[in-house]
């Protein structure tokens, strides 16, 4: 295994990081006090990042994009996981995988705009009732003639309020089988702005400005034509996308963690205590050390997995235990710098505790960590099974 970025790989991640904190950064104070992004900011960051050659960087060949392998499409993550996620969304780097699934006018319609970032999206699965137990969700959508009604809430979905479509997977039957009936499952591409189709705001600690929304179907009618993929393969259809998603979050942890550790390590080196720098008493160096070596393990395993990815040796079992130790270990991470930080760490004119905040959902989205250690022990033990 070689994990070795070339000359010119390299330098496309470093400059991306150049990017992030020249024009990123500035911005996330005041993203953090309004929990939205200014439209003028968003423009300003869309135009930059595209003058830099950052637009559709993370693009397949076959829709414009470079075509990047997956080691350096996961440092760019790893670069990405730096900056706040309100900020980094407003660069269009490329889309949601979910949407290389579209065909026929879904391409004009909802793909290529986005490619373009004439479009936003929303992923909706998580309702009040299923979250972690996804296959209990119980969102309908009823064929009616040509066309499908759909009733349910949806919780906690992102960016819903900014989006211009979507994506929503529903329940669309019941199928008989050996065990017993099994739900269908469908995903639909949805316009904000179909009648009975209502976004409320949720307020979140984390995450501002990439905010977490309710979205409502009272009997919102759509054609056939909004299908995404086959009926009845929705969970097929999101689960072609699922390792790249957990290597991608992995990858946005080791960043964001490594973000943390530097100002924690210029914090430990420089503030004075008893006649020190608080770096030079253990207590505080031992925590600076073990930063280190978990940040580097999460690197290795980001690393590994997106090697893995690329000569298609991935399995879930791997991308549950990748994602579960980075999403641990950024809030180790967060949580140590806190307390190197002291009270410091707790005042809101300080990054420090927004870290901490948006190191905790790491935890829960894409997974929680028990659903992941459930995963691995799963498929670890299942050979022992009679
Ligand atoms: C800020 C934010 C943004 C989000 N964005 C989106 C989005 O864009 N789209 C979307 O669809 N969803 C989104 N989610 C939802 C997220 O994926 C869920 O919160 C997550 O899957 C957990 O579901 P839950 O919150 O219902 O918790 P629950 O499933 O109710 O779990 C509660 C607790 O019980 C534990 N638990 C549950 N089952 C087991 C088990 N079998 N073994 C051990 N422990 C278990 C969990 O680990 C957790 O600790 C978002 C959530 C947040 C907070």
């Known amino acids: 295994m070689d994990f070795a970025l070339s000359f010119e790989q390299q330098s496309l991640v470093d400059a991306l990081e150049e990017f992030c904190r020249r024009e990123l950064y500035p911005h996330e104070n005041l993203v953090e006090e309004l929990r939205y992004v200014p439209d003028e900011i968003r423009q300003e960051i869309r135009r930059k990042s595209a003058e830099a050659g950052f637009e559709g960087m993370s693009l397949p060949e076959e829709w414009g994009g470079p075509g990047l392998d997956k080691q350096t499409k996961m440092q760019a993550e790893r670069v990405m996981g730096k900056p706040s996620s309100a900020l980094g969304q407003c660069m269009n780097r490329g889309v949601t995988g979910i949407l290389f699934k579209c065909k026929d006018e879904q391409i004009e319609e909802y793909l290529l705009p986005s490619i373009r970032g004439e479009k936003k999206n929303a992923f909706a699965l998580t309702e009040p009732g299923a979250g972690s137990d996804a296959r209990s969700i119980v969102t309908k959508a009823v064929r ?27 329940v669309t039957g019941t199928d008989d089988t050996p065990k017993g009936p099994r739900k269908r499952f469908t995903t639909f591409l949805i ?139 950024v809030f180790r991470v967060a949580d140590n710098a806190v307390q190197v930080f002291g009270g410091m760490g707790m005042m809101e004119d300080f990054p420090i505790q927004r870290f901490w905040r948006d190191a905790r959902i790491e935890r829960i989205w894409e997974g929680t960590s028990e659903i992941h250690q459930d995963v691995i022990a799963k498929d670890l033990l299942r050979p022992y099974q009679h």
């Open 144 to 170: 009616d003639g040509k066309e499908w009604v759909i009733n349910g809430v949806k919780q906690f979905i992102s960016a819903a309020d900014i989006a211009d479509f979507i994506i929503l997977i529903a």
């Open 191 to 329: 316009d904000k702005d179909t009648p009975g189709l209502r976004v409320e705001p949720m307020k979140s600690i984390v995450t501002r400005g990439y905010n977490p929304t309710m979205v409502y179907f009272d009997n919102v009618r759509i054609p056939d034509s909004k299908i995404l993929g086959e009926e009845g393969q929705g969970f097929n259809t999101a689960n072609e996308w699922l390792y790249d998603g957990r290597v991608s979050l992995s990858a946005h942890c080791v960043g964001r963690a490594e973000r943390i550790f530097d100002m924690t390590k210029e914090w430990a080196g420089t503030r004075k205590a008893f006649g020190k720098t608080i770096g030079e008493f253990q207590g505080v160096g031992f925590k600076v050390a073990n930063m280190a070596v978990d940040i580097k393990l999460g690197d290795l395993m980001v690393k590994e997995a997106a090697w893995k990815i690329e000569n298609d040796l991935m399995n879930r079992t791997e991308a549950s235990m990748v994602n579960y130790y980075c999403s641990e270990m």
